[in-house]
């Protein structure tokens, strides 16, 4: 399947870097936000990455504005119609995002499939009772989309194997590496990533070693690229949080739970870059698309 | 701090590769086997700064050669011994100054042979404590200051994140490879678990697990029964040629 038209619910963070990956491929790509202003934001984010990519003479300024002539903006779902694949990436919350699909099943073609972008939620559960459970399915965007070559994707105890098949020409068609997964909770990366994260924090807790000290570790002993608390701020304390409680309470393992430490910051305001402050103090806030 | 000269007391390849670290950063090292220590031998450790002992992993011989540079050095001469899994607190309790006892874990590992990690026992005091960690700063390592628990910092990370992902594998979340590529690409680690397996070695890794779950009882160090069998059927990983992948005979196998 080579999509000509598709679209994306949900222009934050995650939303935006999927947009940008559909861009760049050449599809014409509906962004469709709840208000004006979340648009506009969202917009904003698409039009500084490419921005950025000029800067660094990775792109003319016309293949810029080529990639930005592909995009139809919207507040309005029936914009959505006749798209090929559409991708939520909107709040974390299965009856949310169950009832954007529910609209959704009455507005578009009887071919366009639903992709959630969910990290941790089942693809079951967003599916459920939306009217084409066989045409819905998970591809889990890393972040940030625009330069992480993996998606995971999984499907529900529904999606149809059509649907995987296209699922699949569909990253591939965005230029990502398929691994695929079963619909349990936190899929591969997270699965593996949160309890780890979680005892770097209950180290530190303990005392065993200092925040400086366990990144350090991490990055010359095990090779990663970044330190547990370096990634922690960019992601921000709030969402590590509402991820680490989102896989507990689904998998009653303490090993997902947040440590009390992550609660404490958040209640101190400390939630990483966006604040100046969270395992580190930072000077000026981080800004997406300046990496 | 101008050091004059350190004393390494042990045998094998640790103890080699220490020397020549002391010697290409300018430092001075003597090298004394530590197989048959003899009181003229060990005599030149008067001298030194610091000892750094380099035998190998077994408390009673560890002990033992504690006990012999304890007669030659003077009380207060810092005293780094090497080791990864034991209590370093065991040891230390051998001798009459505990508190200038310091541990190191080194990885001998090619790719990440810069990391050491500086352990602080319970009777450990600051000032030899801080003398070792900088030690190591001037023979260009990277020092991590950390505690006398099981498994010191890396492994108590590292097992938990293993067994999950072998254990993942186990209960058939994806293929194999399919693991080790969502590692790679989506988290950016120089490996994936599996393959990573494979180069330590099943049985080395089976090692590690079981002594961190002795001493701390809790399932997520337990290594997965998957583990266990492999080990039983002698696939132990690169030094077999069968782990979680097969190796052909032809390929180098890397420590």
């Known amino acids: 399947m080579e999509p000509k038209k598709v679209g994306v619910v949900g222009c934050g963070t995650m939303g935006a870097g999927i947009a940008i990956c559909m861009l760049q491929s050449g599809m014409d790509t509906v962004v469709c936000e709840t208000s004006a202003e979340n648009l506009e934001n969202g917009l904003n984010r698409i039009s500084a990455f490419f921005e950025g990519s000029v800067k660094r003479g990775k792109m003319t ?6 990639r930005l002539n592909l995009i139809q903006e919207t507040t309005d779902l029936q914009d959505l119609v006749d798209c090929d694949v559409i991708v939520e990436a909107i709040f974390e919350d299965v009856r949310i995002k169950n009832n954007l699909f529910r609209e959704l099943n009455t507005i578009c073609n009887h071919n366009t499939i639903f992709v959630s972008n969910t990290s941790t939620l089942s693809i079951t559960s967003i599916a459920s009772g939306c009217g084409r459970q066989d ?9 940030p989309a625009p330069l992480m070559k993996l998606v995971e994707i999984s499907h529900g105890l529904e ?15 965005l230029k990502k590496k398929v691994v695929t997964t079963k619909d349990t909770p936190g899929f591969i990366l997270n699965l593996l990533l949160v309890p780890f994260e979680n005892d770097c924090i209950r180290a530190l807790e303990q005392g065993i070693a200092t925040v400086e000290d366990i990144d350090l570790v991490l990055k010359h002993g095990l090779g990663y690229p970044m330190g547990t608390f370096e990634l922690l701020d960019n992601v921000g304390l709030d969402i590590h949080y509402a991820v680490s409680m989102s896989l507990y309470n689904e998998l009653k393992d303490k090993r997902f739970a947040p440590p009390p430490l992550v609660k404490k910051m958040i209640d101190a305001g400390h939630l990483g870059k966006k604040t100046g402050k969270g395992f580190y103090e930072y000077n000026k806030t981080g800004m997406f698309g300046a990496v | 701090m101008q050091i004059q000269q350190i004393g390494i007391v042990g045998s094998g390849h640790l103890g080699t590769i220490l020397s020549q670290k002391f010697q290409g950063s300018g430092i001075p090292a003597i090298y004394v086997e530590a197989n048959e220590p003899s009181p003229a031998k060990m005599s030149v450790l008067q001298d030194c700064q610091f000892i750094i002992e ?9 002990i033992k050669v504690l006990k012999h540079i304890e007669e030659i050095v003077p009380s207060e001469m810092p005293i780094a011994i090497t080791i990864s899994s034991l209590s370093l607190a065991e040891i230390a309790s051998s001798i009459r100054n505990p508190e200038r006892v310091v ?21 450990c005091s600051d000032t030899p404590y801080l003398q070792v960690y900088e030690l190591m700063k001037k023979i260009g390592q990277v020092p991590v200051r950390t505690k006398d628990v099981p ?3 890396i492994n108590r990370l590292f ?8 254990q993942s594998y186990e209960d058939e979340l994806t293929t194999k490879e399919d693991l080790d590529t969502a590692i790679e690409l989506g988290l950016g680690y120089p490996m994936g678990p599996l393959k990573l397996a494979d180069v330590i ?7 590690t697990a079981n002594t961190l779950f002795q001493e701390l009882y809790d399932t997520k160090y337990a290594p997965p029964s998957l583990v266990n069998r492999m080990v039983d059927a002698g696939y132990q990983g690169k030094k077999t040629q069968k782990g979680f992948y097969e190796y052909s005979s032809l390929e180098e196998v890397k420590e």
Do not use: W
């Open chain 2, 151 to 153: 498994g010191f910092l």
């Open chain 2, 159 to 166: 097992v938990p994140y293993m067994n999950h992902a072998i």
């Open chain 1, 159 to 173: 999606t149809s194997d059509d649907t995987y098949n296209k699922a699949v020409e569909f990253s591939e068609y």
């Open chain 2, 201 to 207: 070695g099943l049985d080395d890794y089976l090692f």
């Open chain 1, 135 to 143: 045409r819905v399915i998970g591809i889990h965007f890393c972040n």
């Open chain 1, 61 to 66: 300024p016309q293949q810029k504005q080529e």
């Open chain 2, 103 to 123: 541990g190191l874990h080194f990885f001998t590992q090619a790719n990440r042979d810069k990391l050491v990690e500086v352990i602080r026992s319970l009777q």
């Open chain 2, 54 to 62: 380099v035998v190998p992993e077994q408390l009673s011989e560890k």
